[in-house]
């Protein structure tokens, strides 16, 4: 009994629910959604700390033991990445009060952006396969609305693509469930994985149960060949709406996969984890073909979240300790540097009034704070060794090699020095050269939108330097991982 | 036009406490046979639906002056305030209490804090359906 698990959720929830009563008054929202905002990333602290020292954490809702209530559970994992949910939020949150504009904040947006979090958060905390499916639905509603809030043409338009193909995939979802539950019998991931270890053999009908699940969360986590809808859609929204998806959404979507396939489907790796394997390295190749294919800075940002995806999901189908340790050192770099970047290329639009890159260039002559952060954000997106990105990649290279998987960790390597130079061709071209297609006489005040960007991209200097410091959590967070029986030990307490 | 709909008119009068009473009746019977907040909702906002067919938006509007978003604010408060109601008794968020109690008229009853919850649903069905109703009823 720990209540400290359900905060992250009821703190973003009850703020969504005041908000909704003071929908006029703007400045009040702000201060409310960013002092709350403040207080769940205290709260996380808390969380990992209590983690760290005491294992695993769970929470039987309403006092109903293990596998006949709902179980939320904190294992180092999830609450590694609530702590990461929650700093990007506090940071989109603050970049969202100078560029969202009045409008959208009128109509309920700060409201619908703590519902996502709620969502989020909900969905890494939970032991129970059916809550997970409606968190899903929390944070996939709130995202219809703030993809569509604004009501622009290409807005409309995306949210009909990305509303059809979330809906079929969420009754895909459900029919998995069904079929789960009617060979299982329980909800209780816990309890499910118990009952799969007790069948002697590994039935074949377990593994179309895998790769259904595999189908449903690589939809939501765009995985190839599953990623068709996600260039489009998350060009629509504004840049902090953007900068939520692009960071949050996805990134459950991989949670998903990786507590599935470590939880439940271990026990016949040949078949599911060859077919990850494959389909991770063909989702890297998908997504640096389309970072450098592009002259548009958003594109080609969008583009690195895929490739992102297909790194990620590499480590985690080698499953060994080295791989998922690689694997969530990734995701979480990850999370935050994709956060940062969208809203540097956000304040860089907002400068030249264009994502053109092919229009404007020399703006490090007059924004040179932002060009550095900027530099700052891209070596360590593209994995340049003091910085974050670097030790996540070379644990899941490092893990490729060891299972004997060349093909992959090399193309993996190579793509790196891909993923850097489309990073860098905004660089060079945005940043050097002559200044032209801005106006450099007025320069345009972005401090208060610079500093929630510089905010996350000093979590991510800090998440690179101090890897001796993090590196304790993340192998324990591996360890649940590779050892499923700590899981369930902790959630069923024999 | 309006004068045209008399019987409508005066039969929606009628009814219409019918089935507030039938959805409250609905709404509190939840807990031993099937009913509950969810449907107690839907036919609270069936009710008025009736009215906005007989009269129009403006009308019910006068009578019911009451913004339904709010209403949906005020009822999932209500049902996490309940939930969370718990933590300050030091049990698991979510756990509910009941007691039997002697109410004057009503005599020995029980009173259980799920139907607190479930007044929280009630309240977001009403407000959900009558908000999506209003709102494309006035959108031209």
Do not use: C
């Not at chain 1, 891209?378 to 974050?388: K, R, T, V």
């Not at chain 2, 007691?99 to 020995?108: A, I, Q, R, S, V």
């Amino acid at each position: 009994m720990n209540n400290l698990v359900i905060l992250p959720i009821a703190i973003p929830l009850l703020t969504a629910i005041i908000l909704i009563f003071f929908a006029r008054k703007i400045v009040v929202q702000r201060y409310i959604s960013a002092i709350s905002m403040l207080l769940n990333v205290i709260v996380a602290f808390m969380l990992i700390q209590q983690v760290y020292e005491n294992g695993v954490q769970t929470l039987n809702v309403g006092n109903w033991p293990a596998p006949f209530g709902i179980t939320l559970v904190s294992d180092m994992l999830s609450a590694l990445l609530v702590l990461t949910t929650t700093i990007v939020g506090f940071a989109v949150t603050l970049y969202s009060f100078q560029s969202i504009g009045e409008d959208r904040e009128k109509y309920y947006y700060y409201t619908f952006v703590q519902f996502l979090l709620a969502g989020v958060i909900g969905a890494f905390t939970t032991g129970d396969i059916f809550n997970l499916f409606v968190f899903f639905e929390i944070m996939l509603m709130a995202s219809y609305v703030l993809l569509v809030l604004g009501g622009s043409k290409i807005q409309l338009r995306e949210t009909i693509k990305y509303l059809t193909v979330n809906v079929v995939s969420s009754a895909f979802f459900v029919i998995g469930i069904a079929f789960l539950y009617s060979i299982v019998g329980t909800l209780n991931m816990a309890h499910i994985s118990q009952r799969i270890a007790e069948l002697t053999e590994f039935p074949g009908i377990l593994t179309v149960i895998a790769v259904l699940f595999l189908i449903v969360f690589g939809l939501k986590g765009a995985i190839f060949p599953l990623y068709f809808w996600l260039p489009g859609s998350y060009y629509a929204p504004p840049v902090p709406v953007m900068a939520l998806f692009g960071a949050l959404l996805t990134k459950v979507g991989v949670y998903s996969i990786i507590r599935t396939f470590t939880l439940f489907f271990y026990h016949d790796k040949g078949y599911t984890h060859d077919i990850l394997l494959v389909l991770a390295i063909i989702t890297v190749l998908i997504g640096v073909v389309g970072s450098i294919a592009y002259w548009d800075i958003k594109k080609i940002i969008i583009y690195n979240i895929i490739t992102a995806i297909g790194v990620i999901l590499y480590g985690v189908s080698i499953a060994t300790d080295t791989g998922f340790s690689g694997s969530l050192y990734y995701l979480i770099h990850d999370m935050v540097i994709k956060a940062a970047l969208f809203l540097l290329i956000g304040i860089i639009i907002k400068v030249t009034g264009t994502a053109n890159l092919k229009q404007f260039s020399g703006l490090i002559k007059t924004y040179p704070v932002l060009a550095w952060t900027y530099f700052i954000a891209a070596i360590s997106l593209a994995g340049i060794p003091p910085f974050s990105g670097f030790f996540g990649k070379l644990l899941v290279i490092q893990s490729g090699f060891e299972a004997n998987e060349f093909i992959g960790a090399v193309i993996i390597l190579i793509t790196s020095l891909i993923t850097l130079y489309s990073v860098m061709k905004i660089f060079i071209y945005g940043f050097w050269g002559e200044a032209k297609g801005y106006n450099s006489e007025q320069k345009i005040s972005y401090k208060a939108l610079l500093f929630p960007a510089i905010l996350l991209v000093a979590v991510s200097v800090i998440y690179g330097f101090g890897t001796e410091v993090v590196y304790p959590y993340i192998s324990n967070a591996a360890e649940t991982l590779t050892n499923p029986d700590i899981y369930i030990e902790a959630v069923l307490k024999e | 036009m309006k004068n045209k709909d008399i019987i409508l008119q005066t039969i929606a009068k009628v009814v219409f406490f019918i089935i507030i009473l039938f959805s409250i009746h609905i709404f509190f019977e939840g807990h031993y046979r099937p009913g509950g907040g969810f449907v107690g909702g839907l036919v609270t906002a069936g009710g008025l639906v009736l009215l906005l067919l007989a009269y129009d938006l403006k009308t019910v509007k006068k009578l019911m002056p009451i913004n339904f978003r709010i209403l949906i604010g005020i009822g999932l408060a209500v049902a996490l305030l309940t939930a969370s109601a718990a933590m300050l008794f030091d049990v698991p968020f979510f756990t509910h209490a009941f007691d039997y109690f002697d109410l004057p008229l009503l005599g020995e009853t029980s009173l259980h804090s799920a139907a607190l919850f479930d007044l929280g649903v009630y309240l977001v069905v009403v407000g959900t359906t009558m908000t999506i109703i209003q709102t494309i009823g006035e959108s031209e």
